[in-house]
C-alpha cells in the first residue's frame, strides 16, 4: 500500500479505536457505577456486595487471555468484535435480572462484561500494530485516553437511563443497564464496520520483529525487556488500586462529605485518562524505558503524599490521587508500548492477552488487600505499603538495564505477516 493511502488507512484506524473504547469504557464504568448497589438489593444484604466487582475482573481476566489467543487465528478486528458482543449480552443478562430478581444470573451477566473490557484494553495493542516501534507509545497513548469519555460520561448516564426506565415501568435499576447495552453494542458494531483491514497488515517490519520465531510464552517472558514490562505494568496496577480503592473510606471516616469524596476521585480519573496522549509522546520522545522510571517515581512519591496527608487534608489528598493516576498513566502507556517492542505479530498477541489478565487478577487481590490492610492497620500504613511495592518493577529494570538500552530496531520495507 502507498505511503500515503497507509497513513490515512492508520489515521481513520486509530480514530475507529479511538472512539471504540470511548463507547465500551462509557458502558462498562456505566454499569460498575450500580454493580455493589444491585447486588446488595437482589442478594438482601451487604455481604456480597463486593462480588460484581470480583465477577466482572475474573471476566476481564479471562476473556483477555481468550480473545488473545482468537486474535492470533482470526484477526483483531473479530477479537474485539467478539469482545464487546459477549459484554454487551452480559449487559442484557443484568438488566434482566433485576427484573427478574436473580442475583446468580446477575453475577453471570457481570462476568460477561468483562469481555467489553478486555477489548477495550486490548485495542491499545491492536492501534500499536499499526506503527513502527517508535510511534507505538503515541498510538497507544491516544486510544487509552478514549476511556476518558467513559469515566466522565458514564456515571452521569445512569441517572438518565433510570428515569427512562421508570417511565416505561420497568425497575430504575434495571434501566441503567441500558448504557451498557447500547453503549457497547455500538462499539461491537463500529469495531465490525470500521476495523478494516486488519490493523497488523499496515505495520511496517523491522530486522528485530522480523525474525520473531514464535517462542513459547515462558521464553519470551524471560526476556528481560519483556519481564520489566510486565512486572512494570502489574506493579503499577496493585499499587494504584491499592491507594485509591480505600480513600473514599479514609475521606467518609474523616469527616469529608461525598462532594469531597467525588471531587477527589474525579481529579484520579482525570490523572488516569486525560494526559494520555501526554504520556505517550513522552515515551516516543524519550523512551520506554525512562518514562516507566518516571511512572515509578511518581506513583512511589503520590502513596506517601497520600500516607502523609492529615485526616482533614482534601487538597493534600486530592494532589496524592491525581498523581497516583498519572503515574500509574506514565507506567500504562509506556509498559504497554515497550511490550510490543522487539516480538513478532504472533508473540506479542499472546503476550498481550496474558498480561492483561495478570493486572486485573492482581488488581481483584489488591482491591481485596487494601481492604485488609486499613482493618489490620490504617490508611497510613497503605500509602507506605504501595510506595514499597515499588521496588519490584526497580528491581525488575535494573535487572534487566542492558537490555533496556535497546534502541528501536531500523525499519525495513518487507511487511510483516499479519494475523490470519
Not at 16 to 42: D, F, Q, R
Not at 147 to 152: D, E, Y
Not at 226 to 234: C, E, G, R, Y
Request: hydrophobic content about 55%; overall charge positive.
Amino acid at each position: 500500500m502507498p505511503t500515503d493511502a497507509a497513513q490515512r488507512s492508520r489515521s481513520r484506524l486509530q480514530l475507529s479505536l479511538i472512539v471504540g473504547v470511548g463507547l465500551g469504557s462509557t458502558g462498562y464504568i456505566g454499569a460498575i457505577t450500580v454493580a455493589t448497589i444491585v447486588a446488595k438489593e437482589l442478594s438482601g444484604g451487604s455481604a456480597f456486595a463486593g462480588l460484581p466487582g470480583a465477577a466482572i475482573v475474573l471476566g476481564s481476566a479471562t476473556a483477555s487471555q481468550l480473545l488473545s489467543r482468537f486474535m492470533v487465528r482470526y484477526g483483531r478486528r473479530a477479537g474485539l468484535t467478539l469482545g464487546y458482543g459477549i459484554g454487551a449480552v452480559g449487559a442484557v443478562g443484568a438488566g434482566l435480572a433485576v427484573i427478574l430478581g436473580s442475583f446468580p444470573l446477575f453475577l453471570i451477566g457481570t462476568v460477561l462484561m468483562g469481555c467489553a473490557n478486555a477489548s477495550n484494553q486490548l485495542s491499545r495493542y491492536t492501534a500499536a500494530d499499526m506503527y513502527d516501534e517508535t510511534k507505538r507509545a503515541t498510538a497507544i497513548g491516544f486510544v487509552v485516553w478514549g476511556s476518558t469519555l467513559g469515566a466522565v460520561v458514564g456515571p452521569n448516564l445512569v441517572t438518565v437511563a433510570g428515569n427512562a426506565a421508570e417511565g416505561l415501568s420497568l425497575p430504575r435499576l434495571a434501566g441503567a443497564y441500558g448504557v451498557p447495552i447500547l453503549f457497547v453494542a455500538a462499539a461491537a458494531l463500529l469495531t465490525l464496520l470500521t476495523l478494516r483491514p486488519d490493523p497488523a497488515s499496515l505495520a511496517p517490519s523491522t530486522r528485530a520483529e522480523a525474525a520473531g520465531s514464535g517462542a513459547s510464552v515462558g521464553e519470551i517472558i524471560a526476556r528481560p525487556r519483556v519481564f520489566a514490562a510486565i512486572v512494570a505494568l502489574v506493579a503499577g496496577q496493585v499499587v494504584m488500586v491499592l491507594v485509591m480503592t480505600m480513600t473514599p473510606l479514609h475521606m467518609t471516616e474523616h469527616g469529608h462529605g461525598l462532594d469531597a469524596v467525588g471531587l477527589v476521585i474525579s481529579g484520579h480519573t482525570f490523572g488516569m485518562f486525560a494526559l494520555s496522549p501526554l504520556s505517550g509522546r513522552l515515551a516516543s520522545r524519550f523512551g520506554t524505558p525512562l518514562v516507566i522510571a518516571a511512572g515509578l517515581a511518581v506513583l512511589a512519591f503520590s502513596s506517601v503524599l497520600a500516607a502523609v496527608a492529615p485526616p482533614d487534608g482534601g487538597a493534600m489528598l486530592f494532589a496524592a490521587l491525581f498523581l497516583l493516576g498519572w503515574g500509574w498513566n506514565l507506567g500504562f502507556v509506556a509498559g504497554s508500548a515497550l511490550l510490543t517492542e522487539g516480538l513478532s505479530v504472533n508473540e506479542r498477541t499472546r503476550l498481550q492477552g496474558i498480561t492483561d489478565a495478570l493486572i486485573w487478577s492482581s488488581a481483584a487481590a489488591a482491591a481485596l488487600g487494601s481492604g485488609v490492610v486499613v482493618a489490620v492497620a490504617n490508611y497510613t500504613t497503605l500509602g507506605l505499603l504501595g510506595a514499597v511495592l515499588i521496588l519490584l518493577p526497580v528491581w525488575a529494570m535494573l535487572r534487566g538495564r542492558r537490555e533496556l538500552r535497546h534502541t528501536s530496531p531500523v525499519e525495513i520495507s518487507a511487511p510483516e505477516v499479519p494475523l490470519d
